[in-house]
Nanobody, 124 residues
């Protein structure tokens, strides 16, 4: 059984940093891509960053590039999202997900396993 458990969400001031964690268990063989998505209040879910688990290579949305870093600890079976220089528009529920396709997809429909989410709020 696949289980994804996010943690690390919090309320921070603009310019602050947070590190989100996603502990993964039961991942089926061959699932090479994972991602972080977010859903701001009243808006659609959007992708933030994708990681290729084989190499740790990361791919970022325009809003995340240069401020966020996706990484992994294979021994701990955890995927991280380091978020720096946070802005109020980063406020959202953040989810980690496992891709069912073997390429870097930004479409949520291509992800079939999801965590429960962790809330990030950025405000002064």
């Amino acid at each position: 059984q696949v289980r994804l458990v996010e943690s690390g969400g919090d309320s921070v001031e603009p310019g602050g940093s947070l590190r989100l964690s996603c502990e993964v268990s039961g991942l089926p063989a061959g699932r090479r891509f994972m991602a972080w998505f977010r859903q701001p209040p009243g808006k659609l879910r959007e992708y933030v960053a994708i990681i290729l688990r084989d190499s740790g290579w990361g791919y970022y949305s325009a809003s995340a590039r240069g401020r966020f870093t996706i990484s992994q600890d294979n021994a701990k079976k955890t995927v991280y999202l380091q978020m720096d220089s946070l802005k109020p528009e980063d406020t959202a529920m953040y989810y980690c997900a496992v891709s069912r396709v073997d390429y870097s997809s930004s479409q949520s429909a291509d992800y079939d396993y999801w965590g429960q989410g962790t809330q990030v709020t950025v405000s002064s």
